[in-house]
């Protein structure tokens, strides 16, 4: 009698007792369950912990690429996000023309793409408008232009007859290029984010400059705003330093001369501290502090997101009154003004990892200055 399968069972119900049915019939199910391993007398492998971590995966959909206008930033912040720089080769011809190609897959790709506007402004510019288009041809998903600093922000209205409007023509460029949204650090103004027809998340560099000034715990601390139009920036740093605040009055004569005026609010006696957007040649700046000791200031610092710099701003720091002046690295500094000991360094890229990684997931960027 064979009871080496299921279809013997009949036979074995009508020869035995109930007892011998049940023990044959149960051998018989479990070898069909067995695997051919276990047929063969193999020993099978057990199945793998729930404690054993898997192997972590690689987001081939999330990409950072960047120009050659601030590498190391854009280093930075693929250090923080834990990510490798996306492979661009960007090279000019003998007559400087720009020619720019991708050299990794992009199609389907979260695309973000790292250019401060700086010095040389028309070719960092052009550099970003072409790996934006590159991007676009090879179909990457959706491309954010990530403008740590951007160029033309101060030409912003028509001030004086036949002028252009450059920060607008800007704009335009960037989105025919095929950006299909921008992320920028401290525009020289807000109401600059009305000339997109993209989406753009404006990034403040005041958490980097406010946990920097906090831990210097200045005596009678006063945030002053060298103009009128930095109000709005100055009255947010004092509240977060919980300081009081002044402003400087200045009338400007011609481009890069500004003549102070006189200071409105009481700075007698204490510690003033100017912040402005960008610094570019220093002149308003050193003419600010000059006017704040004359009223009475006892040390004057200064601070800024945006190191323009154009010569000769690190000689004016180094030979004026100012105590220290307190940078971020949206635009890279010159071997003079690193040398300089009155200029200190703060590097923003963690606060643009983390804008990266919340447009990324789709999550609140605000929550960063909350």
């Known amino acids: 009698m064979r009871v080496g399968g299921l279809a013997d069972t009949n036979a074995v119900r009508r020869n035995s007792t109930p007892e011998l049915f049940n023990i044959v019939y149960e051998r018989a199910h479990m070898a069909t369950l067995a695997t051919p391993a276990e047929k063969k007398g193999q020993q099978v492998p057990e199945e793998k912990s729930e404690r054993t971590k898997p192997r972590p995966r690689v987001d081939d959909k999330f990409k950072i690429f960047c120009g050659t206008a601030n590498e190391a930033l854009a280093d930075e912040v693929c250090h923080f996000l834990g990510l490798t720089r996306g492979q661009a080769m960007i090279t000019r011809f003998r007559d400087g023309e720009c020619y720019v190609q991708i050299q990794e897959n992009v199609r389907g790709a979260d695309v973000f793409v790292m250019q401060p506007t700086c010095r040389p402004v028309d ?9 934006i288009d590159a991007l676009k041809r090879a179909s990457a998903r959706r491309i954010t232009a990530v403008i740590p600093y951007y160029g033309y922000a101060r030409q912003d209205r028509k001030d004086k007859p036949r002028v252009p409007i450059s920060s607008k023509l800007v704009a335009d460029l960037l989105t025919t290029a095929g950006a299909d949204r921008a992320l920028v650090v401290d525009l020289h103004a807000p109401q600059l984010q009305g000339f997109f027809n993209i989406p753009v998340d404006h990034l403040f560099g005041s958490p980097v400059l406010v946990s920097y000034f906090k831990e210097l715990n200045l005596p009678k601390l006063t945030v002053v705003s060298p103009d009128a139009g930095g109000v709005e920036r100055a009255r947010f740093f004092a509240k977060k330093m919980d300081a009081a605040l002044a402003i400087v009055d200045k009338r400007r004569v011609e481009m890069n001369v500004a003549e102070v005026m006189h200071v409105i609010g009481d700075v007698n006696g204490r510690t003033c501290l100017v912040i402005d957007d960008l610094i570019d040649t220093a002149g308003t700046l050193v003419k600010t502090a000059s006017a704040l000791l004359e009223n009475g200031a006892t040390q004057v610092y200064a601070c800024c997101s945006h190191p323009v710099f154009s010569p000769p701003a690190v000689e004016n720091i180094s ?10 690295n949206t635009i890279p500094l010159s071997e003079a003004a690193e040398r300089e000991p009155k200029i200190k360094k703060l590097s923003i890229a963690g606060l643009i990892g983390r804008a990266i990684q919340s447009i990324h997931e789709e999550t609140s960027v605000s929550r960063l200055f909350s």
């Open 319 to 328: 030979q004026s009154p100012i105590t220290q002046v307190v940078v971020t």
């Open 123 to 131: 070719e960092h510019l052009m550099e970003l408008l072409l790996m």
